[in-house]
């Protein structure tokens, strides 16, 4: 009989007017470079001009709704089959939805990972290194081969310090950003 802590509204309630409407400045601020706003499993549920460019790029069926980011990054026919350092970055994505599951500890997100690791090469990816390999860089960058350009990115994840509402809880802004010279001229159109 107690009230809950936290209440839990619709990210597109009325009350959410003004969070939503910043995350749509920040992500919009970020354009020329994609930006996301996820779920709790990783679900596109806002994204800029630059991002909704990427993902035209994937079959209908990955795109949703919802668009999945763990989906439409490790199915071979999506962003995988773009993806020059698969193994990196495929090994990246793979290790973040087990340790996705690990936390969320629901159906959704199990089905999920079941589903994923039936994928053709998911199984490979789990004995991959990642950043702590010998002369890699600071981060591990997402290399996409996209119309002969390629594009090199890494990302930032961010959430909200202080959420009383669940929905807000659940949600993180992922932003990418170009990981070198020519993945920036690219993105700005240069």
């Known amino acids: 009989?107690?009230?809950?802590?936290?209440?839990?509204?619709?990210?597109?309630?009325?009350?959410?007017?003004?969070?939503?409407?910043?995350?749509?400045?920040?992500?919009?601020?970020?354009?020329?470079?994609?930006?996301?706003?996820?779920?709790?499993?990783?679900?596109?549920?806002?994204?800029?001009?630059?991002?909704?460019?990427?993902?035209?790029?994937?079959?209908?069926?990955?795109?949703?709704?919802?668009?999945?980011?763990?989906?439409?990054?490790?199915?071979p026919e999506g962003f995988a089959a773009h993806t020059r350092n698969f193994g990196q970055w495929g090994s990246y994505m793979l290790g973040a939805l087990e340790r996705l599951a690990a936390a969320n500890r629901d159906a959704a997100s199990f089905e999920l990972l079941e589903e994923i690791r039936g994928y053709p090469g998911i199984d490979a990816l789990s004995g991959i290194a990642g950043a702590d390999t010998p002369g890699a860089g600071l981060l591990v960058p997402c290399v996409l081969e996209i119309g002969g350009a390629t594009l090199s990115m890494f990302t930032t994840l961010t959430t909200f310090g202080t959420p009383r509402d669940i929905t807000l809880e659940e949600l993180c802004v992922e932003l990418f950003y170009p990981a070198d010279a020519a993945t920036e001229a690219a993105l700005r159109g240069g």
């Open 1 to 75: 009989g107690y009230a809950p802590r936290f209440g839990e509204q619709a990210l597109d309630a009325a009350e959410m007017d003004q969070v939503r409407a910043t995350l749509m400045r920040l992500l919009e601020a970020h354009d020329p470079y994609p930006g996301v706003v996820l779920d709790r499993h990783w679900n596109v549920v806002l994204a800029n001009r630059a991002a909704s460019g990427l993902t035209a790029l994937l079959p209908e069926f990955l795109r949703g709704p919802p668009l999945n980011l763990f989906r439409a990054s490790l199915h």
